[in-house]
């Protein structure tokens, strides 16, 4: 089992910057890949960014590209995303979740952490 705790979330105005943090603890050596997901009131959850733990390719929802970057601390067990040119439709809260060696979904999501950008 991993266990993920996010952080990093807070209140900014148009065109600042976050940085969030997803801390794994437990059964670490499993991580295949680490996800950054978030939802807003009233709308699915969405896919944002995420890394692949070994290589550390990256892949990114387009609407962030250019803005945000996803990272990761072997050391720490620990994946960040970089938010920059925050905009108020960045506002949700984010979510961190993990891919397995055994199970390619993304599953074991943290408890969440909220981001509000306002105009």
């Known amino acids: 089992q991993v266990q993920l705790v996010e952080s990093g979330g807070g209140l900014v105005q148009a065109g600042g910057s976050l940085r969030l943090s997803c801390a794994a603890s437990?059964?670490?050596?499993?991580?295949?890949?680490m996800g950054w997901f978030r939802q807003a009131p009233g709308k699915e959850r969405e896919f944002v960014a995420a890394?692949?733990?070994?290589?550390?390719?990256?892949y990114y929802l387009d609407s962030v590209k250019g803005r945000f970057t996803i990272s990761r601390d072997d050391a720490k067990n620990t994946a960040y995303l970089r938010m920059n040119s925050l905009k108020p439709e960045d506002t949700a809260v984010y979510y961190c979740?993990?891919?397995?060696?055994?199970?390619?979904?993304?599953?074991?999501w943290g408890q969440g952490t909220q981001v509000t950008v306002s105009s």
């Open positions: 437990g059964r670490t050596f499993t991580i295949y890949e």
């Open positions: 890394i692949n733990w070994s290589s550390v390719s990256t």
């Open positions: 979740a993990i891919q397995t060696h055994d199970d390619r979904r993304f599953h074991s």
